[in-house]
């Protein structure tokens, strides 16, 4: 510790420390024999140690004269910053789009070639329907283009109103709430409930929506294996323990399981039932995202809970995006109206976010429409996904993830090479391989760095009921061409 000079410091500090010394000479006279000798030690030392302090070496503020004005130029030519975000190579996928011109339906065109498309989340090949499209069309010349407003400052609709009450009587729920942007509803969603010291259980491959609504909740996060119901037993018996140990606060401590029906980057379904016993044994809340199985699973469209025989009741919340099996823009949740009423006055995409455009609600009302009045259209996905998934069985150097119902399946490689990047190429290859031959494949995409859990590269297929049994086998067989060829 030292001081700073300051004038007229010399005249303040002298009287102090004679006053201290004076002190400590008067303490030493009425020293009494009886008092412990290290007393007189420990004072002695203190008045040592500021008569240190008071005279201890003194600095100045570090001085330096002017600089010129072309010494400042030159210190700012010199001067170089720290770039904003890390260099990205101009080869990087993410740098190199495939242009899409039309719609992404059956038969697509990408970067000018037309190609059988298994690349779009067009499950039901809805996105091209002409019923869904005249409806759209009206509906944009009576609303207009956009909303410029949410929901709370004039940009609910009486369309917004009638997608919500059908999407709620689809899953039979009393009530549902939509949103204009997918991404954005289970984001939105899980903060609007989990707070700060809550408690939320997620599976270790839960999307990365998902993270980022666990990421905007600020609660304690504690992951556990994918589908492993064992290991999320163990961290529930484990809170279990601790909340014995502070009731006070266990009383207070929300506890939630996060889960997706039909996982996009795993491609195979969670196990409900037994989620659902570990709910009533250990006392926690589910929430279910279901982008990738409403539309698909069940024999009515309804998602894994129909999938299951599970009672809707048994979950609190569902959540779903309507960019998929719906063709359309936006999400939705559903569940009981007092879980649904919360999230309009806390769920941040649904308070600050314009509105989805009414054109968007009136196809995804018609796409509900055709969903209800052609219930086999589900059966018919469901036989093409065992299709899919059964040519693409003995691709050389490649291996089928997911369950044979999914329609969004991976085919990762056998045998890595030990290399992220190397990998990627090679798969980007096959990529490239079946675009020449006009079978349109796409990479799972991932934020390497942002990803809590980052899945193998692999390529995504993905089964809608447009695609024939020639269009199946015409693309297994170029995909086994390209594995020969690119992976000897």
Same mark, same amino acid.
Do not use: W
């Given at each position: 510790m030292a001081w700073v000079e300051v004038p007229g410091q010399e005249k303040v500090l002298k009287p102090l420390l004679n006053t201290v010394i004076i002190l400590g000479l008067i303490k030493c006279a009425n020293f009494s024999p009886q008092a412990p000798a290290y007393h007189l030690i420990l004072e002695g030392i203190l008045i040592l140690w500021i008569v240190r302090l008071l005279f201890s070496k003194t600095y100045k503020l570090q001085e330096r004269s002017d600089l010129t004005e072309k010494e400042k130029e030159d210190l700012i030519e010199e001067w170089q910053p720290e770039p904003l975000v890390p260099p990205v190579s101009k080869d990087h996928p993410s740098m190199n789009y495939d242009i899409v011109s039309g719609p992404p339906s059956h038969n697509i065109v990408v970067n000018g070639k037309q190609c059988i498309n298994f690349a779009s989340f067009n499950f039901l090949g809805l996105l091209d329907n002409e019923r869904v499209k005249q409806k759209a069309l009206a509906s944009l010349k009576k609303y207009g283009v956009g909303t410029c407003g949410p929901r709370g400052f004039y940009g609910t609709f009486d369309v917004h109103l009638e997608l919500e009450d059908r999407l709620a009587k689809f899953m039979r729920t009393e009530e549902a709430i939509i949103y204009s942007y997918g991404f954005a509803t289970i984001a939105s969603a899980i903060p609007a409930y989990s707070k700060r010291g809550d408690i939320v259980f997620v599976d270790e491959a839960a999307c990365f929506s998902i993270q980022k609504g666990l990421q905007a909740s600020r609660s304690f996060i504690k992951y556990f294996k994918h589908n492993d119901m064992e290991d999320l037993e163990r961290l529930l018996k484990e809170q279990e323990i601790e909340d014995q140990k502070n009731p006070r606060k266990a009383r207070v401590t929300r506890r939630f399981v996060v889960v997706e029906g039909l996982y996009i980057n795993t491609a195979d379904v969670c196990p409900l039932p037994a989620l659902v016993k570990l709910k009533y044994k250990y006392k926690v809340r589910i929430f279910l995202e279901e982008s990738m199985s409403f539309g698909v699973l069940g024999e009515h469209g309804r998602g894994v809970t129909e999938h299951f025989g599970v009672n809707i009741d048994d979950i609190d919340l569902i959540s779903a995006n309507m960019e998929n099996a719906v063709a359309s823009i936006g999400g939705f949740c559903c569940g009981r109206s007092f879980v649904i009423d919360h999230?309009?006055?806390?769920?941040?995409? &649904?308070?600050?976010?314009?509105?989805?455009?009414?054109?968007?609600?009136?196809?995804?009302?018609?796409?509900?429409?055709?969903?209800?009045?052609?219930?086999?259209?589900?059966? =018919?996905?469901?036989?093409?996904?065992?299709? =899919?998934?059964?040519?693409?069985?003995?691709?050389?150097?490649?291996?089928?993830?997911?369950?044979? &119902?999914?329609?969004?399946?991976?085919?990762?490689?056998?045998?890595?090479s030990g290399s992220r990047e190397t990998d990627v190429r090679m798969l980007r290859r096959i990529v490239d391989y079946c675009l020449e031959k006009q079978i349109a494949l796409t990479l799972a995409r991932y934020l390497d760095k942002e990803e809590r859990f980052l899945p193998p590269p692999s390529i995504r297929v993905v089964v809608t009921v447009e695609q024939t049994k020639e269009d199946i086998d015409r693309a297994a067989s170029c995909i086994r061409e390209a594995a020969l060829s690119i992976l000897k």
């Open positions: 999230q309009r006055l806390s769920g941040q995409g &649904y308070c600050f976010s314009a509105s989805l455009p009414p054109m968007l609600a009136a196809a995804a009302i018609e796409a509900l429409n055709i969903m209800e009045e052609d219930p086999d259209i589900f059966s =018919v996905l469901r036989e093409k996904c065992e299709q =899919v998934h059964k040519a693409l069985q003995g691709t050389p150097g490649m291996k089928v993830l997911g369950e044979s &119902y999914a329609p969004a399946l991976h085919l990762q490689l056998e045998s890595s």
